[in-house]
């Protein structure tokens, strides 16, 4: 063999090798990175949390758990009840864990199904500029008097008065009128607002002022100053990841539909 192909391949011999030197000794047993980093995947997860950078907890916590194990055998517990039937159950829920892992690693979802979906659901990609003004409510009284001044404002702002200056005027959000009353931008499918608030927002045109909002502490005059959408390379990881889920969620609806159950009678 050429030696200027065999001094590489003897040199990445070499750095595997030491990569694969024991870092510990369990009970007279070496173990290398390899080794611990697939009891770190494997073992309790809040145990691997707290041991951390300090590898000791864990191995510790493994080898009790083997000698535990060693005396249960010797007991020939795994035959008894009702260490049996939880055994079973345990295996049962494991291997069932397995599959939904390896079913959802094989589901594909291609480029162009993520940009279908794009396409045919432009409406839930809209993002939206608006301004604001809330009208905070603490009792029933109050919660009337706040609706029949929010439709108020809402018809002079349609009449064409001013919004930046309805909302200075009648906003009890201190900090929202430092701001001008700005709210957003706001996309249709984020959810840190509120369904039935995002679905109104989004039925407005620009330049529309909507009529009020509730929540429950207040009302909210909406006025949309811009409508624009979120491009497709920002929401196309988004995409995949939701379109994932919904196959994987179908396939556990089917496998779980075909699950015959049935009550005798007593």
């Known amino acids: 063999m050429n030696r200027f192909i065999l001094l590489p391949l003897l040199t990445c011999l070499a750095v595997a090798q030491e990569a ?7 009970d007279g047993k070496p173990l290398t990175e390899t080794d611990i980093s697939m009891l770190a995947i494997t073992m309790n997860r809040k ?12 191995l510790r ?11 249960a055998e010797k007991e020939q517990l795994a035959d008894q ?13 494991l291997l069932a864990q397995a599959m939904m892992e390896h079913y959802k690693s094989r589901i594909l979802v291609m480029p162009e199904d993520q940009k279908k979906y794009y396409d045919d659901n432009m409406e839930d990609y809209k993002t939206g500029k608006f301004r604001v ?9 109050e919660e009337e008097q706040a609706l029949r001044k929010g439709e108020e404002l809402q018809k002079q702002a349609q009449a064409g008065a001013d919004f930046t200056e309805l909302l200075k005027a009648n906003s009890k959000d201190k900090e929202s009128v430092e701001a001008g009353g700005v709210f957003g931008p706001v996309n249709r499918n984020d959810p840190r607002h509120p369904e039935h608030v995002r679905a109104a927002m989004f039925t407005l045109k620009v330049g529309e002022v909507r009529k009020p909002v509730r929540n429950p502490n207040g009302f909210y005059i909406f006025k949309m100053d811009e409508l624009t959408f979120q491009p497709y390379d920002r929401v196309k990881d988004e995409i995949f990841t939701m379109l994932l889920d919904k196959r994987f969620q179908k396939w556990l609806a089917e496998v779980n539909q075909s699950v015959d159950v049935k009550i005798l009678p007593k």
């Open 47 to 58: 145990v691997v949390e707290a041991a951390g950078a300090n590898v000791e907890p864990a």
């Open 81 to 93: 009840s009702p260490y049996k039937e939880k055994l079973a159950m345990m295996r049962l829920e």
């Open 133 to 141: 003004i809330y009208l905070p409510f603490s009792t029933t009284l």
């Open 20 to 26: 694969e030197k024991p870092v510990a000794i369990l």
């Open 61 to 71: 916590y493994y080898g009790f758990l083997k000698k535990l194990k060693a005396m």
